[in-house]
Structure formats: C-alpha cells, structure tokens
C-alpha cells in the first residue's frame, strides 16, 4: 500500500466515519485479510497494522463488544446463552457418551472467545511446545515460544524471567483468599501436590489461585488489549457482522474472501495473504466450503476441489469436564450471596465500589495441577475449583450453599472431527468430540475423579463437607464412575487440533502456518495445535498469533 493510497484511505475513513465500509468508496483490495475478531484475530489485527505500509481487513461475524455482560467478569453466566454474542454450537449425538448432544459456545463477537470465556490465564507445560517441536514444527519448543508469551502480557506482578509487563494483555491476580479454595489447596498438599503460587512460572505442577484476563474488576479481552488501540489506524478496517462464506482462488492462491453482510453478498479481495482465525470449529468448515479438505467430503457436497487435504477438520481435541459438586456446611459460598436479595446487593455494591467479589473474578477461583495416574511424568488433569455451584457451567446455581470441583483430562487421546453438512456456509458443521473414545481417557477419567473425592475427603476440607451431591455416594466402582463421566461430561471449551501444523499425511499446516499445497492461506487459532495444551487455551491462542504476526512479516520480505 502506498503513502498516496494510505492518505487516502484515511480521508475516507475519516469523512465517513464510523459508518465506513470498505465496498462503499473506491478501495476493495487489502494486503491482509483476516477472518475472525477473536482471540487470535485481534492480536493479528493489531501486530500486522503496526506497519503503516500495509492494509489489514479483519471480519467478524459477530457485532461490536458493547455488552456490559461481555466486560463483567462474571458475565459470562449471561453471555453463555446469548445468541447475539455466541454461536451456541451443538455437537452430533456422542456415541460415546450416551448419544448426547454437548453445548458448544464459542464467541461471535470481538474478542472472540476471549469476550465470553472464563478468564483463566494459563500457558500449559513445557513439555506441550518441545512435543510440538519434535512432531516436525521448529521454531515451537518453550524456549522458542516464551518470548511470545512474555511480549503479549502486562502481569500485574510485573517482568520477571516468565513474566511481562509491557504487553497488550492484561493479566491479573484474584486478590482476596476464600477459605474454601484455602482447605482445597491444603487438601491438595495432603496428596504430595505443592501449594504454587504460579501456574505460568517454573513449573505448572501444584494447587493455588489462577491469575486472570483481568484489570481492576474488569474483562480484558483481546478486543480490548489489541483491537481497540489499533483501530485508530487508517490502515487497518474493521467489519462486523460479516460473515465469512468461502475463500477466492486463481488457481491454488488464495485472492479474496467473499462474505454475507445484512443479507448480502460481498467480497474483499487479499493482495498478500488470506488468514483463517475463526476458530477449531469454522476454520477447518471454511477450507472445505472453499475447496481444500477431503476430496471425497468436498465432492459428496457437489464443492469443486481445489486440494485434496485429508486432514482438514480432523485431529479434534477437547478437554471434557468432569463437575463432581458438593454441599457445603457454611454459608460462605456464592450460592448463599446469588439466593438473597441481600447477597446480591452485597455482591453489587462490592464490586461497584472497590471491583471486588464475585462479580470481579468470575467463576473458577483455584486450580490444581497433578498426575492421576502413576506412570505420568507430568500433570496429566486439572482442577477448576468453584466457590458456587450449578447443574451446568453457567447455569442457575443451586439453592443450597454449594461448591464445584470441575477435573479434566489435560492431554486426551481421543479424536474426532469437524466436517460440512452441506455446501450452505450458513449451516453449523457436524461436530464428533467421540470424548472417552480412547481407553487412555477413561482410565484417566476414573483416576481423576477419585483423586478429586479423595482432596473433598481430605482433613482441612472436613469442615466444609456436609455431602456430595453430585454423582453421589451410591456411585463407587470404575464402571459407575466411568458411566458418570459419559452421563454427565461436558465440554471446558477448549476444542483444538482440526487444522493441525506438521508434516504428516493427515496434518494442515507447515511450521510457518502455511495450508499445506495451496499459497496464500493461513490458519492461526487453536485449530493449528498438533496436540492440545495441557490447560486453558486462550493464553496459547494469543501466543501463537503474535508468533505468525512475526512470521508473516518475515515471509512478506
């Protein structure tokens, strides 16, 4: 892009205002197209357009991040269900799991997932980046990707060896102790697991607080860390409400994205690269719709194929939570505050007063990382500990004084996949999780909930104890617990893997992002994963695209 185009452009925007689109003057091209304002999106967005040479179009299919329920952190209990701000995705019926159908939301907003999600800031092991490496991906072992992680956080502890403070990303610590989460984390240590007082530090092995996408009692979201300060540059144009239908092509290179707007067809045309950052759900949908994917799948919808690639939308991975809840004794916990006028008024004045409570950290308060089975070298299940308690995340709580310990499975062996239904862009794809399809998963399912009952037995948490209501004492044995998780597991929202970076047969992607047989395209999200991180996702997702902002920048010379 040039000087004269750039001076230009921002005339436009400028003489337009906030009701500029780009199909509305004379500038349709962009050097850089990239498909989703979400966690990735957003950092893209904002690194690519730090250079003033170069255009950037980021789409969304959703709106603007204007909900007040979108920056309180515990809003999520709200956003969970809305329609406006989430996709609201339904797997297939789970041969594995009873032939249930599992709740999916994934967010349609800016900021992405980022915007409607739990707010945990957790990197994963050392271990998940050096296997990443070793699967054919140089460049992505720790040592590798720590930098990146430590260029995008601003850590309210300040810099240190692991740590940011200069990022775009805010990170935050909880603040308050609440003596359930303190007898869970004693509980904890009378196991052999270590208090940690940092997950993201030397070692993830432990139990202690999280630290949060926080700031002073609000959501940080990339929307708000990256999007928005980037979006007073003229080179950089913003669209809502565009949803993404399929990719252009002269030949094998990727030229444009045509998109559906209020009922309508348009199109941006990509000068350098198209990047797909919807997510492990509609990246891996939107190389079948364009024709890349398997041929079979492609040609079965009546979808002319432009590379046959058998991996698109394979390799699904997700953490399945397992929620074992119990009553609590005391009247300490968020229930007791959600179920009064008066707990509820508390809860606000709080949190309008010193953004503190509830209201300010979410949900989830602590975590523990351990091994359940003994032949594991590292974590292998975490903990999200909760001060309340529902039949689902998100849910209306109980009426009783309650709590939630919520344990997964960090490195699940079980695949599954992601494929289009039709050639309609507009239908959901088919989602097989096949959870507990592996014998790995389910013995580490059993493992894992008997190590959360045996830290729910424990001495320091005997005086909050008063029973377990969920699943209950009558379920003892391997094959009740197992039947539990395959009655009652549910997703954590972390689903990966379905674009996956290597250099096998049925992978995706090069270690540079690259779609694999076709130029122009690439995918930077979870999808790109090889193997799912051994914890939250959102923290990797942003790392990562800073990695690929760096790359793409490195491959444009």
Known sequence: MSGVEVLAFAFVKFIVGKKYQPWSCFLQTFDYAVIGAGSAGCVLANRLSEDPKVSVCLLEAGGEDRSFWLH??????????????????????????????????????????????????????????????????????????????????????????????????????????HPLIEAFIQGANTMGVPRNDDFNGATQEGAGYFQLNTWRGWRWSTAKGYLKPARQRPNLTVITRAQATRLQWQGRRATGVEFVQGGQMRVVQAAREVILSAGAVQSPQLLQLSGVGPADLLRRHGLDVVHHLPGVGENLQDHLQLRLIYECRQPITTNDLMNSWWGRTQLGLRWLLFRKGALAVGINQGGCFMRALPDSSSPDIQFHVATLSADMAGGKVHPFSGFTLSVCQLRPASRGSIRIRSADPLQAPSIQANYLSHELDCRTAIAALRSARAIAESAPMRDFMRSEFKPGAAVQSDEELLAFARAQGATIFHPSGTCSMGQGSMDVLDERLRVHGVKGVRVVDCSAMPTLVSGNTNAPVVMMAEKAADMIREDAR
């Open 72 to 177: 309180l952190p515990i809003g999520y209990g709200k956003t969970m269900w809305d329609e406006r701000v989430n996709w609201k995705f339904q797997t297939d019926p789970d041969p594995y799991m009873n032939k249930r159908q599992i709740y999916w939301p994934r967010g349609k907003t800016l900021g992405g997932s980022s915007s409607i999600n739990g707010l945990i800031y957790i990197r994963g092991q050392r271990e998940d980046y050096d296997h990443w490496a070793a699967l054919g991906n140089p460049g992505w072992g720790f040592d590798e990707v720590l930098p990146y992680f430590i260029r995008s956080e601003y850590n309210q502890r300040g810099a240190s060896e692991f740590h940011g403070d200069s990022g775009p990303l805010r990170v935050s610590d909880i603040g308050e102790r």
